[in-house]
């Protein structure tokens, strides 16, 4: 999957942040608490992770995006209506992204869903 230029400034200076953040939450951890550091450290990593992949999703490249009209799986035409928010569970935890969301047109012109 190829990632746009604009998008991997965008998780670096994410990453960066979530790393600072991390720090000065670290402040806060008793020394030899390795049950406290590690929770730190996971939630940083799952919550990076887990918009690192908001983002990717959300940013296809302009040959990747959705058409304006496609045939469906029945065979008729499908005019896009616009992009809805999809939610998925992946290892890191629950991620919304945006999708493209299609309207099949079936052959007397009328709508289905």
Do not use: N
Not at 80 to 95: E, M, N
């Amino acid at each position: 999957m190829e990632t746009s230029d604009g998008v991997k400034t965008a998780l670096r200076q994410e990453a960066e942040t979530k790393v600072l953040k991390l720090l000065r939450s670290l402040q806060e951890v008793k020394k030899g608490d390795l049950k406290g550091l590690g929770q730190q450290v996971m939630e940083t990593v799952f919550e990076l992770g887990r918009g690192w992949m908001e983002s990717i999703l959300s940013d296809a490249e302009p040959e990747e995006r959705a058409r304006e009209l496609r045939v469906g799986s029945c065979g008729h035409p499908q005019q896009l209506v616009g992009y809805r928010p999809k939610q998925v569970l992946t290892l890191l935890g629950k991620i919304t992204f945006r999708r493209a969301y299609y309207h099949c047109v079936g052959e007397d012109g009328g709508s289905h869903g």
